[in-house]
Structures are given as structure tokens and as C-alpha cells.
């Protein structure tokens, strides 16, 4: 079972010409970064596949959320959304080839994504899970998982400018662990630790972690190492 990725990126829909090209070739090098920090996690590496839309092949469960989120992160304030969808894959799988392997978990990762291109709503999702699995326990186990996702994202449109930089620099620095050396926070963002420490219970901020741990708990319980 594989996680395939198709990221869409949102605010290029009002770029033109030079604003376009700089907006790719951020895109590339965070793309070229992740690769090569999740080198073991990746089946097959993140790459731009048009002009406003990137592809990639996760094979480690527990690594998914981790890694959306550091794409995110590294290319703000880039406004994007990424449909995932959980399936094997039929044709070979090789990093070195130029050529994106093929099955259904691309396949559930392209409907993923044009279902939230046809979402027009306030509440539409940033991460949308798929799969074609028919059993019953899939199917639910897929609508917690993107139930949960839109419980964060109403959390996110909450926060403050501040609240939002604390909270994706914890995580692109210590991941989902609630246990963070907040004066070291505290330092980056030039306050103080007592300040830090409203900020992170304002925000909601370890229930939001929590919460994705959680959901790649659950996402390695159902199609991690006991199906690969």
C-alpha cells in the first residue's frame, strides 16, 4: 500500500509571467529538500508536474502529515491543498527512472484532488484522503481521518499571524511532539516564555498536535507495516 501525493497550489491561479516562474522555483527547491530529508520514507520523489501542480510517493503511514506539513511550511506563504490516496501501485516503482509509477493510489489521489477543485465552499478541505477499498472499516476509518483534518483546519483559521508561525515552526522543528523546549521557541520568536506559553494554550496548540498524531497513528494502524 502506497500514499500517492498531488499538491496543488492554490495562489497560482493568479500568478502571471515572472511572479509564476519564481513561484516554481521555490516550489522545486522545497520539493528537492524533502526528497532528500524523507530519502526513506519517499518511494518516489516529489516533482513538478505542471505548472501549478506537484506529484509524489509516499511508502511510510506515519510519515504523511509529517511531510505536508514541512511542504507547507517551507513554501510560505504558498497556499496549497494535496489529495491523498491510499492504493498499491502496478507498474514499477524506481527512483531513478523519469517515469511516475501507475495504480490506484494515484488514481484515488487524482480524484482526491479534483473533488476539492470542485469545492467551493468555506469549509473545504486543505487534505483530502481517498481510497477505493470497499470495506466497511476503510470507508470509516477514511471519514474520521477527513473529519479530523477539517477539525484542524477550523482550528488553523483561528489563529492569529503569531499563533500560526509558533505553531508550523514547532512542528517543522520537533514534529507532533507536545513536549517542546518552549524557551527555545521562545528565543526564535524573541518573547517570553510565559508569552510563549499563551500563545501555544490560546491556540489550541496541543490539541492540534495531538490530533494529527493521532490521525497518523491511525493512518499506520490500518495501511503501515501490517500490509506492506
Known amino acids: 500500500m502506497y500514499f500517492a501525493v498531488i499538491g496543488n497550489i492554490i495562489s497560482a491561479e493568479k500568478m502571471v509571467n515572472k511572479e509564476r516562474y519564481e513561484m516554481q522555483y521555490k516550489v ?10 524523507y530519502k526513506n520514507e519517499i518511494a518516489f520523489d516529489f516533482k513538478l508536474t505542471l505548472g501549478d501542480e506537484f506529484q509524489g510517493l509516499i511508502q511510510d503511514a506515519s510519515a504523511v502529515l509529517k511531510i505536508l506539513d514541512k511542504i507547507e511550511y517551507l513554501a510560505d506563504p ?19 527512472s523519469g517515469n511516475r509509477p501507475d495504480g490506484p493510489a494515484f488514481w484515488n489521489a487524482g480524484f482526491a484532488i479534483q473533488q476539492m477543485k470542485k469545492n467551493k465552499s468555506y469549509n473545504r478541505p486543505k487534505i483530502l484522503f481517498e481510497t477505493d477499498d470497499n470495506s466497511r472499516s476503510k470507508n470509516e476509518w477514511i471519514e474520521v481521518i477527513n473529519e479530523s483534518l477539517n477539525l484542524c ?25 507536545t513536549k517542546v523546549p518552549q524557551k527555545e521557541l521562545a528565543d526564535i520568536f524573541e518573547i517570553s516564555v510565559p508569552a510563549m506559553n499563551v500563545h501555544m494554550k490560546r491556540s489550541g496548540y496541543y490539541n492540534y498536535l495531538n490530533l494529527r498524531k493521532s490521525i497518523g497513528e491511525a493512518l499506520q494502524k490500518e495501511w503501515g507495516e501490517a500490509e506492506s
Open 28 to 37: 522545486d527547491d522545497v520539493l528537492t529538500k524533502i526528497n532528500k530529508e
Open 78 to 96: 504558498l497556499e496549497m491543498r494535496f489529495g491523498i490516496g491510499i492504493g498499491p501501485i502496478y507498474s514499477a516503482v524506481n527512483k531513478k
Open 153 to 177: 483546519d477550523f482550528i488553523e483559521k483561528g489563529w492569529t499571524d503569531k499563533q500560526k508561525s509558533i505553531t508550523r515552526e514547532s512542528i517543522y522543528r520537533y514534529g507532533y511532539d
